[in-house]
Every structure is written in structure tokens, then in C-alpha cells.
């Protein structure tokens, strides 16, 4: 730990402290993006699994869901325990799950091993999403006691899907023109989740760890009572809004490639990389600007998009396919930074890891049941009847679900 005596001329120590926490929010968002990519990674692999296995489609929506029970699980075990453990301890340690669930991703490829693989790496971000929204809020706190809070909040939203919408691209561009597309973007991520992991060393902790370690408890959900109905109601518009990724990952490839005919990674990865790239925009873009401007603006983003997903699946357009996807997902993005700008500001500050955890268990909730139920309905029906009916649901959800928190939210 650095001194007094150790600082340059002139810098105090609240100076230095204030550095380093500038310094280590950055880190912190390096890191996080790293570990958010990694989890979309596969998405333009999943025909070349089914061709290796030669599995149903149905199978890769049950690849995917078992990534979202692994976020669920671990949002229900750790997702909360950087309270009082510490911020960067459990980066540290779901980072390393992350680079044992690549390890496996590189050694085996057979459907069991991939679900193992998956469930992992859902495990392990499951810790990491609230725990490192909690801990950007606190750097910036820290590092910059006189600025907006709200900044840390859109900063973590942007990274949150911006990572994820980097995976698909960056996958797709190394296995198209690369060989061994099943293990060359697994050990391209070992070695970043390795510089991550090393960089997260250097960040500052922001929780005290206690004299006395308290018990133990799955995850809780910690909100205020006079505030729960606002938590309530950002919960289930995360949910719905969350679907909509959650259907765009999973079946964007079957859709391209079974329904469409075009055999193009590059291709799948960069229409995922626009709806979930979108969202991270829009935020950035938007995110600054009051609650109710960024709800119905986003409302009518994702209910344009939807309706524009209907159509593309319907007459097979890969254009409008494309547009919905980004109109939808710009819309999430806004919905999604609204969610989360309400939990941090309903919890209290030695709740806020629970709290924090409990909005992304919503979201993860709304973005594994709709990928199962689609990919029942695919064994019966074909891909762009399914997008239709999904699309039309998804819109009555959200419709009901973001008019509910503009409500709340002008209380």
C-alpha cells in the first residue's frame, strides 16, 4: 500500500486515493467488458455445433438457457456476498471461472461438454454483473466525488451490452477467415480473460471487509418497502426488454442460416452485434437525459422494432430482419439503463450489491424462459412463424411493463 512518504511533492493523500480510483474504474470497465463478450462468443457457432453433434435447433436454445440458469444461479449465490467480501475479491473469482469455462470451450466439444461450458460461464457472470456495477459506482464515488452518480450508472448499462454485443462480432470476424473456428476465439478470450484477471489486481477495493463475516444467505432482494413498487415494476420491464436479446442470440443464426440461406458467421455475428450494439448506443447517446424521455423513447423503439421483426420474419427479409434488430435493441438499451438507474437509487447503500443483483436476476429471468419456450415451439413450427408470435407477445409486455414504470416513476 502506498504511503504518505511514497506520493509525489505536492500530492496529498486523498489526492493519490482519487487517482487511483479514476484509474481503477477504468480497469474495472476494461475487465467487464472482456468478461461480457466472452459470454455471447459462441453465438454465430452454434450451427457448426449442430453439424458437429447434429442436434435440433431446439438443442441450441437449450445451449443458450443453460448460460441463463448459470447467471441465475449465480446471481442467487454470489451475485450479492461483494457486500461484504469485497468488490474486486469476487471479480477476481469469477474471472477465474470464466477462464476454466474457455478452458473447456478449447479441450471439448461434444453437446454435454458444451452445456457444461455454457452453465459456467453464465455461473460466473452471474457473480460478476451487479458486483461490478456496484463497484463502478463506488470508484466513481471515489475518483470523482463532485461529478453526476448517474454517469457510473450509464457507463456500467453501456459496458453491460456493449461487451455483449462485441462477442458476436469479434467471433465472427476470427472464424471466418481464420481455421479451427471451434477453438481459435476461445484461446484469443483465454489470454484476454488472463490480462483482465491480472489488471483487476491493480483496481482499488471499495468494500471494508468486516471484523465479524455475517452468515451466509442465498441471494435476497434488499429494497425499501415504500420503494418496492418501483423496483418492482423496472424489474419487469428489464424482463421483458432482456427477451428480446435473449430471442435475437439464440436464433439469430438458425434464422440466417436455416430460413435464409446464407452460411455466414461473419454475417450472424454482425446482425447480433447491431441489435445488442444498438443498445449500448442508445444509452451512451440517451442516457443522460430524464427518466420518462428515455422510457418512452425506448417504448417506442422496441415497439417499432418488434413490429418490424414480424414483418422480416414473415416475408423473409433479411433488411427489415436487420432494422428491427436494431431499432428493438436500441430500445432495450434505454429500458434496460432505466431498470437499472432505479435500482441503484431505491437501495440503500449496504444493500446495493443485493439490490443490484436482484434487477439482473429479473433480467435473466425474461431473457432464458422466452429462449426455451421458443425453442420448443421450433420443433413444431417453423423459424418465422415463431419470431411473429414471439414478437407479438413481447410487444404486449412491453407495452404493459414500460407504462407501468413511467407511472411509477412520475410518483
Known amino acids: 500500500m502506498t504511503t504518505t512518504s511514497q506520493l509525489p511533492t505536492g500530492v496529498s493523500p486523498d489526492t493519490a486515493s482519487r487517482a487511483r480510483h479514476r484509474r481503477g474504474f477504468w480497469i474495472v470497465v476494461g475487465a467487464f467488458t472482456v468478461l461480457m463478450a466472452f459470454t455471447t462468443l459462441p453465438t454465430p457457432l452454434y450451427p457448426l455445433y449442430q453439424q458437429h453433434d447434429g442436434f435440433p435447433t431446439f438443442v441450441i436454445t437449450l445451449i443458450f438457457a443453460a448460460y441463463g440458469l448459470g447467471v441465475m444461479s449465480g446471481l442467487y449465490l454470489a451475485g450479492h456476498v461483494s457486500d461484504y467480501l469485497g468488490r474486486r475479491r469476487v471479480l477476481l473469482a469469477a474471472t477465474a471461472v470464466e477462464l476454466v469455462s474457455a478452458v473447456l470451450f478449447v479441450l471439448l466439444q461434444d453437446t454435454g461438454s458444451l452445456l457444461t461450458a455454457r452453465f459456467l460461464c453464465g455461473l460466473g457472470i452471474g457473480a460478476v454483473t451487479a458486483t461490478a456495477t456496484a463497484h463502478l459506482a463506488e470508484l466513481h464515488a ?43 476465439p476461445y484461446a484469443v478470450w483465454i489470454a484476454l480473460l488472463a490480462l483482465a484477471f491480472s489488471a483487476l489486481l491493480l483496481a482499488p477495493e471499495t468494500v471494508e471487509r468486516p471484523a465479524v463475516r455475517p452468515p451466509y444467505h442465498p ?111 436500441a430500445g432495450v438499451g434505454l429500458v434496460f439503463n432505466v431498470a437499472i438507474t432505479t435500482a441503484a437509487t431505491v437501495s440503500s447503500p449496504e444493500n446495493r450489491g443485493e439490490t443490484l443483483a436482484g434487477m439482473f436476476l429479473a433480467a435473466y429471468a425474461g431473457i432464458t424462459v422466452p429462449v426455451v419456450a421458443a425453442g420448443v415451439a421450433l420443433t413444431f413450427f417453423s423459424a418465422p412463424a415463431v419470431l411473429v408470435v414471439f414478437a407479438a407477445i413481447v410487444l404486449v409486455a412491453v407495452m404493459v411493463s414500460t407504462t407501468r414504470l413511467l407511472a411509477r416513476s412520475a410518483t
Do not use: C, K, Y
Not at 466525488?145 to 462485441?166: K, M
Not at 437525459?289 to 423513447?297: F, K, N, Y
Open 142 to 184: 471515489v475518483g470523482r466525488p463532485d461529478a453526476d452518480g448517474r454517469f457510473a450508472s450509464v457507463v456500467a448499462g453501456a459496458v453491460n451490452t456493449g461487451g455483449l454485443a462485441l462477442g458476436p462480432l469479434v467471433s465472427g470476424l476470427l472464424t471466418q477467415f481464420l481455421p479451427h473456428p471451434l477453438t481459435v
Open 219 to 329: 441471494q435476497r432482494v434488499s429494497v425499501e418497502p415504500d420503494a418496492r413498487p418501483h423496483f418492482s415494476a423496472a424489474a419487469v420491464a428489464a424482463a421483458a426488454a432482456f427477451s428480446v436479446l435473449g430471442v435475437f442470440t439464440s436464433l439469430t443464426a438458425s434464422f440466417v442460416g436455416g430460413t435464409l440461406g446464407l452460411h455466414s458467421r461473419l454475417l450472424t455475428g454482425s446482425i447480433v452485434f447491431g441489435v445488442i450494439g444498438a443498445s449500448a448506443v442508445s444509452q451512451i447517446a440517451l442516457g443522460s437525459r430524464d427518466v420518462s424521455d428515455r422510457l418512452r423513447t425506448g417504448m417506442a423503439a422496441m415497439s417499432v422494432g418488434l413490429l418490424l421483426v414480424a414483418i422480416g420474419a414473415w416475408t423473409t427479409s433479411l433488411p427489415v430482419f436487420t432494422v428491427a434488430g436494431a431499432l428493438a435493441g
